[in-house]
């Protein structure tokens, strides 16, 4: 019997956290990623970014990522998970806007 993954994470041992001697369900860069939109989505209701910060927030963890996979170069968890968490900000908020933008189009074209 295989085993369902729902997440396309790779999960390689080094790449993630443990507790307890267990592996996180999903590498570090996607615990920050999930961290940061749990921490975003309900301060949505409450303060919104713009989409230039958020591409901004998602920068840092596309250059990671980019230069650990084409450059000779090894990341810490901690970076992953910390840029990943400003990633997960940063695509809550940009999907904010997007989603407010596109309602506000469509309002426009049905009244």
Request: hydrophobic share 45%; proline share 0%; aromatic share 14%.
């Given at each position: 019997m295989t085993k369902i993954q729902l997440v396309d994470c790779h999960r390689m041992p080094s790449r993630s956290f443990f507790f307890r001697k267990k592996q996180f369900p999903v590498c570090a860069r996607c615990t920050g990623i999930y961290m940061g939109y749990f921490l975003m989505i309900p301060m949505l209701w409450f303060y919104q970014i713009g989409i230039i910060l958020s591409v901004a927030l998602i920068l840092p963890t596309m250059i990671d990522g980019l230069t650990q996979a084409y450059l000779n170069r090894e990341s810490t968890n901690f970076l992953r998970c910390t840029t990943g968490?400003?990633?997960?900000?940063?695509?809550?908020?940009?999907?904010?806007?997007?989603?407010?933008?596109?309602?506000?189009?469509?309002?426009?074209?049905?009244?």
């Open positions: 968490i400003l990633a997960g900000i940063g695509m809550s908020g940009f999907s904010e806007r997007i989603t407010y933008h596109a309602y506000k189009f469509i309002e426009t074209l049905i009244s």
